[in-house]
């Protein structure tokens, strides 16, 4: 027995993996089932399946929400931490056109780059949150793309 992602054929007993892993894997762009790369074909297009693995990254319809969400939390954090730093930055006179620049540019560049990132962390947060049941795990293969 090992755990999941350790090479074990979806026929034998799969462990989960931790906690750490699973988020470790989703901010490292990696399948959280077995830590596999390349699961995206194109910067916005993600695979179906991890190549793998096979585990199914939309586990229900409207899975990607989540990813939505995640995004832009993680944006307007940084836009909050942009702005409130340029404003600290540069009081008593703030000066708002390049803190405005820089805000726009946070707000818009960030949610971009960090694309990727969060559909990965998102799969992760899904699988800590409901893990892996019985036909998710039937859909798993040995390491065949689907």
Request: glycine share 10%; with cysteine.
């Amino acid at each position: 027995m090992g755990e999941v992602g350790s090479g074990e054929s979806a026929g034998r007993a799969l462990i989960p993996a931790s906690r750490r892993r699973l988020l470790w894997r989703g901010l490292t762009v990696r399948c959280p089932v077995c830590g596999s790369r390349g699961l995206f074909r194109r910067w916005f297009s993600m695979v179906e399946r991890c190549p793998r693995c096979g585990f199914r990254f939309e586990r229900e319809a409207g899975h990607w929400v989540g990813s939505l969400g995640l995004n832009t939390v993680i944006s307007f954090g940084a836009l909050l931490v942009t702005i409130v730093t340029g404003v600290a930055l540069t009081a008593p006179d703030v000066a708002v056109g390049p803190v405005t620049a820089v805000g726009v540019a946070v707000a818009v560049v960030l949610p971009v780059l960090i694309f990727p990132l969060t559909r990965t962390l998102w799969a992760a947060v899904d699988i800590m949150m409901r893990p892996l049941d019985d036909d998710d795990r039937a859909h798993l293969n040995d390491g065949r793309a689907h």
